[in-house]
């Protein structure tokens, strides 16, 4: 009998242990997952940042006529489109988009990491 109690308690300390382990294990998990998010989202918003500045313009707002690609923006300190490649049009229609999806990633990341460390389990 006394075994048995025995035997009950020691599986329920190593069950508490698995349990507390496995949650501090998805948080450390969640926390370097938030963070590569907010990084990778940074650096991405840059380098949109630097083509677009390199290309004058972003193709966002740009257009397609007769087989000429332009871009919208500030080229040469004017508003205006410029005209570039269709390389570098589909790069920055890409690059764009990929900003407009991984910008709001971020900033929910950025929101569930400080309610968790809000609750104190960071």
Not at 27 to 36: D, G, M, Y
Not at 39 to 53: D, E, K, Q
Not at 73 to 100: N, Q, T
Request: charged residues 20%; aromatic residues 16%.
């Amino acid at each position: 009998m006394v075994n048995d109690l025995e035997i009950e308690s020691s599986r329920d300390v190593s069950q508490a242990v698995r349990r507390d382990f496995a949650h501090k294990l998805s948080h450390q998990f969640l926390r370097k997952l938030f963070f590569t998010a907010l990084i990778l989202s940074i650096l991405n918003f840059a380098l949109f940042f630097a083509g677009t500045f390199y290309l004058g313009g972003n193709a966002i707002r740009g257009k397609i006529e007769a087989d000429r690609y332009y871009v919208w923006g500030y080229h040469h300190g004017v508003k205006g489109y410029a005209e570039v490649s269709h390389a570098a049009f589909i790069y920055s229609e890409w690059h764009g988009d990929s900003v407009i999806v991984t910008w709001p990633l971020m900033i929910l990341a950025c929101f569930i990491y400080e309610k968790m460390r809000r609750r104190g389990e960071d």
